[in-house]
Nanobody, 127 residues
């Protein structure tokens, strides 16, 4: 079983930065066996994969909307994955969720493929 705790959301002006954190509590297996992804979902829209990291094979994925602005990183010692978001835009406003799945490769994260989810954290970017 995996418990995920997301944090770091907030209100920021356009052009600003936020850092989201996802702390995982893994009861069996090891943290490094899990792919961790960040998804976001705005009202009336589908859940979108933003970034994903899999320590097991070094895989990293970014959505086109995140490339060049967001950086995902993993700290195995702390069982934490962070998402540094720079140059934020109003269209980045959404609820952000972290998710995990064992042995999944971060080629193109799809929400249905992830078994474990944290609670959402709201990111609001004002223009």
């Amino acid at each position: 079983d995996v418990q995920l705790q997301a944090s770091g959301g907030g209100l920021v002006q356009a052009g600003g930065s936020l850092r989201l954190s996802c702390e995982a509590s893994v009861s069996e297996y090891t943290f490094d066996e899990y792919a961790i992804a960040w998804f976001r979902q705005a009202p009336g829209k589908e859940r979108e994969g933003v970034a994903c990291i899999s320590t097991s094979d070094g895989g990293i994925y970014y959505a086109d909307s995140a490339k060049g602005r967001f950086t995902i990183s993993s700290d195995s010692a702390k069982s934490t994955v962070s998402l540094q978001m720079n140059s934020l835009k109003p269209e980045d406003t959404s609820v952000y969720y972290c998710s995990a799945d064992r042995w999944l490769r971060c080629i193109y994260p799809v929400a249905d493929e992830f078994d474990y989810w944290g609670q959402g954290t709201q990111v609001t970017v004002s223009s």
